[in-house]
Structures are given as C-alpha cells and as structure tokens.
C-alpha cells in the first residue's frame, strides 16, 4: 500500500475488519483482521516528502496460512474507500 493515508482513517476502518491489538500512534497499527481470511496485520506508516507510505506485514494464526498480502492490501483499500 502506497497512498497518502493517516493512522486515523485506518484506524476507523480497522474496527470493521477486525479488532486492534496494538497502537502507537501516529505510526503504527497492529489489528486481528477477520476478512479476507482471519490473519494477523502490522501497518507502519513511514512519512517522507509529503506523502505517506504504508508498510504492511501479514502472517497467520494458529498455524495456518495467511492469506496472500495483495488480498489484504485490497481489503483495506476497499474498506477505506467506503463512504461514512
């Protein structure tokens, strides 16, 4: 994910996706996501040059497979394109 986003607007979608585990803003956020696939995700927002790129790390619970990172960047996407 590469797009100017804030640690807010994640942080609004991520109740919908899942549940927060951890937070330290305004630059990281670690959520329990239930969609696409119930999976662990670490978002680190790293600012440079007026912009905001996200960093996003995925792994599974329990011994199962995560589901693939393109899957769960779009989700996100998705999630923060709905209107409120």
């Known amino acids: ?12 979608v991520a109740g919908d996706l ?7 803003p305004p630059y ?8 696409p696939a ?3 995700c670490r978002l680190e927002l ?3 040059a007026g912009a905001t790129t996200v960093m996003m790390t995925v792994a ?3 011994h199962q497979r995560p589901p693939y990172v393109e899957d769960v960047r ?9 209107p409120l």
Not at 18 to 24: H, K, M, P, Q, R
Not at 28 to 35: G, P, T, Y
Not at 74 to 82: K, R, V
């Open 1 to 12: 994910m590469a797009e100017t986003f804030d640690l807010t607007a994640l942080e609004r």
């Open 18 to 24: 899942g549940e927060i585990l951890a937070e330290d």
């Open 28 to 35: 990281l956020l670690e959520v329990l996501l239930q969609e």
């Open 38 to 40: 119930t999976c662990w």
């Open 46 to 48: 790293l600012p440079e």
């Open 60 to 62: 599974g619970i329990q």
């Open 74 to 82: 779009d989700t996100w996407i998705a999630a923060l394109n709905q």
